[in-house]
């Protein structure tokens, strides 16, 4: 049994390695659409409030 979980552990290890690169991606990834959507929502607002004048 050691001898098998010294064998996964490094296995394992990559394992939550590559889940957490690939979740602090994503969640770089939502923010950066969330500040682009959010700069263009801000844009539109802009140009209609111009409109209604």
């Not at 690169?21 to 802009?46: A, D, P, T």
């Amino acid at each position: 049994m050691i001898e098998v979980e010294l064998v996964d552990a490094p296995n394992a290890t990559i394992f939550m390695v590559v889940i957490l690169c690939s979740r602090f991606m994503l969640i770089r990834i939502k923010v950066e659409q969330f500040r682009y959507n959010h700069k263009n929502f801000m844009e539109r607002f802009e140009f209609f409030e111009v409109v209604n004048d």
